[in-house]
């Protein structure tokens, strides 16, 4: 007899149905599986016959023949034991058949018949809600993170016996339902640190915000202990709380690469990435043999830090460049193609130096010219182009380090940067990016009109610090945004001088 069950898995991120046809016929008892399994799945055999047999029911000691389907697409994973022990039953007549194609099922089973956790379940449970399924039957560890996707019935199962007795009608599984109200505010001690605990630095503290307002990439360059890293750290602290579809992209990531951890099953708070400088290239933006999402990955929708940037090979800095544009990036390989989502806000700290003391008063510098230039000549001209804001922070003087006032808090510094991001909204309604930061050129007319007087700041700015088009196009971008952090329809002079400010020294590394 022969029976298929729905099952399912993923290229890139995005998941796809596998049909698992099995087919029980008289002959030597031998059980294959077909369609491209990698050692994963063709593992599963061993387990599938004794997850079989220890839960009470008779294993057929006949020709088995398991299909996944399409057959040209490489199958792995654990998830695919489950349906082919439902398949095999259903072929046993064991389950009656009527009513299992209404269902997408995965899962991986232990020797006793009990159902274990999975990835990528969230891109399940988003392709069955495409597909029209009823349902979708998953280990009971991952009904929370399915249950992000509204409009599918999500069924928690444990063990074999259970989904054998909900077929044969002997039993109802309840549907898992979770409560999404987690999104319509953020948790300030989700952070577990706060913008008030940095001393001093408002000269910084300015810029991040104009960053987080505008989504615009940053650059912070200062001595050792001037606070780069500790700003960077609680950046993620003052930005808007994720929307429900931001919160489903981030979660598919990470579910994909089995990152969802049990206590949270789903991404409440935007990521917050710090690489070591010794990763690779395809650790930062993807690949591999078997192509998985990278570090810019993610950070989508959130932040990679980049610290001590210079330390980076140069190569892997290259290769941010596009993603930085497109806020995406495709892996390709042989016989896959794999588009991953990658719009990521970069801020990177780094020193003036070597010694990291170069613009300190208070410090000594020993470094030669020649090893100034080939410690800042990591860090290309089109790569400085792509980051809107460049500051420097300088050492915190002791009277802010002593001070017992504490600054303003993250939730204050929110409720400001939550006001501009809602004017970009409504602003770029109509329009694929909802930040300043990602207007193309051609929206910078219709969006960011500059009167003449900042027309003539404008030029003059270009022709004394030599800015390239990009830079220019970020400066009025940055402008936009300071205008929308003070409610202002109009970008005026000051907001244009302010941003001309943010990239001024960045003609030192050319």
């Known amino acids: 007899m022969l029976a298929k069950v729905n099952s399912c898995s993923v290229a890139g991120i995005d998941g796809f149905i596998v049909e698992v046809e099995v087919d029980i016929s008289y002959g030597l008892p031998v059980f294959n599986i077909v369609g ?52 095999i039953l259903v072929a046993s007549e064991v389950i009656p058949s009527e009513k299992v194609n209404e269902y997408l099922i995965s899962g991986e089973l232990s020797l006793d018949g009990k159902i274990k ?17 009823k349902g979708i039957m998953i280990p009971a ?33 309840e549907k898992y339902r979770m409560d999404s109200t987690w999104l319509t505010h953020v948790n300030d001690k989700a952070y577990g640190m706060d913008f008030s605990e940095v001393r001093g630095q408002q000269h910084a503290k300015r ?14 360059t200062g001595p050792p202990g001037s606070g780069k890293s500790m700003l960077a750290k609680r950046l993620s602290t003052i930005l808007p709380a994720l929307t429900f579809e931001e919160a489903i992209e981030v979660t598919r990531i990470y579910s994909v690469l089995g990152l969802i951890e049990d206590k949270r099953p789903y991404m409440s708070t935007r990521p917050f990435r710090s690489p070591h400088h010794t990763i690779s290239d395809a650790g930062l933006v993807g690949g591999g043999s078997k192509p998985v999402p990278g570090e810019i990955s993610l950070a989508h929708n959130g932040v990679l830090f980049l610290d001590e940037l210079p330390e980076f090979k140069k190569n892997v800095l290259e290769v941010l460049r596009q993603p930085l544009e497109d806020g995406k990036v495709s892996i390709s390989r042989a016989g896959m193609k794999a588009t991953y989502p990658s719009q990521f806000m970069l801020v990177a700290a780094m020193n003036p130096c070597p010694c990291g003391y170069l613009s300190d008063p208070m410090g000594k510098c020993t470094c030669t010219h020649p090893q100034i230039q080939k410690y800042r000549s990591k860090i290309s001209g089109p790569l400085l182009d792509r980051i809107d804001i460049q500051i420097e922070v300088p050492r915190i003087e002791y009277k802010d380090l002593a001070a017992k006032t504490k600054g303003e808090v993250s939730s204050q510094i929110r409720k400001r940067v939550n006001r501009a991001r809602k004017a970009q909204e409504e602003r770029l309604a109509k329009l694929t990016v909802s930040s300043n930061a990602r207007m193309h050129s051609r929206h910078l007319g219709t969006f960011c009109h500059l009167d003449v007087e900042c027309e003539n700041l404008l030029k003059r700015a270009v022709d004394v610090l030599g800015f390239s088009a990009r830079a220019c196009h970020s400066v009025i971008r940055v402008g936009r945004t300071i205008a929308d952090l003070e409610n202002v329809p109009k970008i005026g002079r000051h907001h244009l001088a302010e941003a001309i400010q943010y990239r001024s020294f960045d003609r030192g590394f050319s």
């Not at 599918?152 to 002997?170: A, H, T, Y």
């Open 36 to 87: 491209l399994p990698e050692v994963s799945v063709r593992e599963s055999k061993d387990r599938v016959k004794t997850a079989i047999k220890n839960s009470g029911y008779t294993f057929p000691m006949e020709k088995i023949v398991v299909n996944l389907a399409p057959a040209d697409v490489k199958k792995e994973g654990t998830g695919f034991d489950l349906p082919v022990a439902i398949g």
């Open 207 to 220: 810029a991040l915000e104009i960053a987080a307002a505008g989504f615009h990439n940053i650059l912070m």
């Open 117 to 133: 956790p999975v990835k990528a379940v969230l891109p399940y449970a988003l392709t069955a809600k495409e597909r029209g399924k």
């Open 141 to 173: 560890e991952n009904a929370a993170e399915a249950a992000m996707v509204e409009g599918i019935d999500v069924f928690p199962v444990e063990n074999l016996s259970q989904i054998v007795d909900f077929f044969s009608g002997f039993v109802e599984i």
